[in-house]
């Protein structure tokens, strides 16, 4: 199983580019990365999801080297709504049962 | 209407009560899940169905037991509720798509037991 290590927690302000990195050694080729977002008593919320290169959205990018042994979540000048916790996920849809929620990085954004 | 519906969204109980959190979905997917996060944790898989004939412990089910009525409806139980089964309960589906999948959560039931 794809075990993902995540900073606790990062600071940033309003309007920078916040890249949160997610390692994950031991990704199986069959495994997608994947990122949510979690407000305070809500429930995560998808934001993106990668196998390869680089894909983007319209709220984040996704940066994947070529050995896919890490990840990281490009937030575009970000705002005060953006606090929230981050999570990435590494797994299969064929596995999605073992698929481990870490405990995130805890991204605060400072006016 | 929210794509996953969790009901109630809080709830407080006395211990060795029984207790049944219901979710409900309009997605259209054959998996669902029940997690359970505590305070600065992640989530914890406590049960998981990928369709209404298929039920499947995850990783903390002990104390806890599930049905799925149909494919939209995936229901929690506390046999006998516990203080230390205080916690935000999540409800979510999952959608085996071509090009990877995604996890679609409901808003949480707050459970306390006193």
Redesign the interface.
Known sequence: LAKTTQPISMDSYEGQEVNITCSHNNIATNDYITWYQQFPSQGPRFIIQGYKTKVTNEVASLFIPADRKSSTLSLPRVSLSDTAVYYCLVGDVDRDDKIIFGKGTRLHILP | DAD?TQTPRNRITKTGKRIMLECSQTKGHD?MYW?RQDP??????IY?SFDVKDI?K?EISDGYSVSRQAQAKFSLSLESAIPNQTA?Y?C?T?D??Q??????????T?LTVV
């Open positions: 996953v998996r997690y600065g944790l992640g989530l914890r898989l998981y499947n995850g935000l999540f979510a999952s085996r798509g090009s990877g999948y995604g996890y679609t959560f409901g808003s949480g707050r």
